[in-house]
């Protein structure tokens, strides 16, 4: 994918690990001038580990914003939302912020209110993902919510990370992409669509192939998952990118 003025490139790690390992981040984001960098503080997880620095990473949001990139992180609670937003714009005002919603995060009322959150400052972006089930009405019903929920169209980004396969994976995909499915939203919706190949290839070599693939369609962008030293990545290390693979899929 090439970069334009209208596509969203959102890149980073998985999981905030570390100020090292957000600080390495931040440079190399700088050189490519993603729109945000991820530096998630909560992971949900399939099964318990290490579940993200929680709100004593904050301040990694902020380092990241006063060298003058604009961070990203999941939320899974208003509560969350709040204190992050908070924090970050006491310290830097004149940052952007993307917050987002995950697949494993299905509770409407709490996307009802974290999109009510996030629209109460115009700095704030909210992306929202797919459920992790393959269901076209769920999708539409999330998007139905968030916008019950007061968040403005003009700061509402949508994100297709495939469906968790049920039997059938004949690719082998962590998450099964539904191209025409993400296209009928976006054309419904009226709203961006980005695609997320990194949750949805599950290895580095998926990635790269399926990312290629989505091109083919009309996204409006890319969630990536980059580290410096992927094997070595707390959580997902089997499909974070090094920053030059990253440059074989986004030019930017
Ligand atoms: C993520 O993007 O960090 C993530 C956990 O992905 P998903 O919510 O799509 O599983
Ligand atoms: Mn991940």
Request: net charge positive; aromatic share 6%.
């Amino acid at each position: 994918m090439k970069k334009t003025k209208n596509t969203i490139i959102i890149a980073g790690s998985c999981a905030a690990e570390s100020l090292e390992q957000v600080l390495l981040s931040i440079e190399q984001a700088k050189k490519r001038k993603v729109d945000f960098l991820r530096v998630t503080l909560w992971k949900p997880r399939t099964k318990p580990g290490f579940e993200g620095l929680g709100e004593k990473g904050i301040n990694l949001l902020i380092e990241t914003a006063k060298q003058g990139v604009n961070p990203a992180t999941e939320v899974l609670t208003a509560e969350q939302a709040k204190i992050v937003m908070k924090k970050l714009f006491s310290k830097v005002p004149d940052t952007k912020l993307l917050l987002w919603i995950g697949a494993r995060n299905q509770n409407h009322f709490i996307q009802r209110e974290i999109a009510k959150v996030a629209s109460s400052d115009k700095r704030v972006y909210l992306m929202v993902k797919n459920q992790p089930w393959m269901n076209e009405d769920h999708w539409e019903g999330i998007v139905q919510h968030v916008l019950e929920g007061g968040i403005s169209k003009d700061r509402l980004i949508l994100c297709h990370r495939g469906f968790a396969p049920n039997g059938v994976n004949p690719n082998g995909y962590r998450n099964i992409p539904e191209y025409d499915m993400s296209m009928r939203i976006k054309d419904k919706t009226q709203l961006p669509m980005i695609f997320d190949p990194s949750h949805s290839g599950g290895s580095v070599e998926k990635v790269l192939q399926i990312g290629k693939e989505a091109t083919k369609h009309n996204f409006d962008g890319f969630i990536v998952e980059v580290h410096h030293d992927p094997k070595n990545a707390l959580t997902d290390a089997s499909q974070q990118l090094t920053w030059e693979q990253f440059d074989e899929l986004v030019s930017v």
